[in-house]
């Protein structure tokens, strides 16, 4: 079967065109929200980088030292159950997107894992609602991570 991506359909109209050219995936505004709070915290990191070159992918986060990395699930492209609905035009397609990006994510998780990286996953909503807890939990598992580093 061919990749999801070379199957896209048209767009269904001019103005989806459009919003869907200027959708670059890249520095949203919820990705700044939490970097801005993680940084009034104290917390140094990096932004949009691979954790490793072994694996590929971004995350919106990365804390190299603690071997931590932060992904910011936007609602509708990693399929949030809470938000996530499927538009009518081209919906099958959609779905099975969104599924495939679901099953990257895992894949990239795992491979991640397995050479000893956290990983945190956080829900665009959850940020946007409560931006200063999953900035504190994010903090925690940071100093938390450190700390370990130093024991051994």
Same mark, same amino acid.
């Given at each position: 079967?061919?990749?999801?991506?070379?199957?896209?359909?048209?767009?269904?109209?001019?103005?989806?065109?459009?919003?869907?050219?200027?959708?670059?995936?890249?520095?949203?505004?919820?990705?700044?929200?939490?970097?801005?709070?993680?940084?009034? +915290?104290?917390? %140094?990191? !990096?932004?949009?980088? /691979?954790?490793?070159?072994?694996?590929?992918?971004?995350?919106?986060? =990365?804390?190299?030292?603690?071997?931590?990395?932060?992904?910011?699930?936007?609602?509708?492209?990693?399929?949030?159950?809470?938000?996530?609905?499927?538009?009518?035009?081209?919906?099958?397609?959609?779905?099975?997107?969104?599924?495939? +990006?679901?099953? %990257?994510? !895992?894949?990239?998780? /795992?491979?991640?894992?397995?050479?000893?990286?956290?990983?945190?996953? =956080?829900?665009?909503?959850?940020?946007?609602?409560?931006?200063?807890?999953?900035?504190?939990?994010?903090?925690?598992?940071?100093?938390?991570?450190?700390?370990?580093?130093?024991?051994?």
């Amino acid at each position: 079967m061919s990749s999801i991506r070379t199957r896209a359909p048209a767009a269904s109209s001019a103005t989806v065109r459009r919003i869907m050219q200027a959708n670059t995936g890249v520095e949203t505004r919820v990705e700044r929200l939490l970097r801005s709070a993680l940084h009034k +915290n104290g917390l %140094r990191f !990096r932004k949009d980088t /691979a954790p490793t070159m072994d694996v590929r992918c971004k995350a919106d986060v =990365v804390f190299v030292s603690a071997k931590i990395c932060v992904f910011i699930d936007g609602c509708f492209w990693h399929g949030c159950p809470k938000h996530f609905r499927a538009p009518k035009a081209n919906r099958a397609w959609w779905i099975e997107k969104v599924c495939d +990006n679901q099953q %990257r994510d !895992r894949r990239q998780a /795992a491979e991640l894992r397995s050479q000893g990286w956290t990983v945190i996953r =956080v829900w665009e909503h959850d940020v946007e609602a409560r931006l200063s807890q999953v900035a504190t939990r994010i903090q925690a598992r940071v100093a938390h991570a450190i700390c370990e580093h130093h024991e051994k």
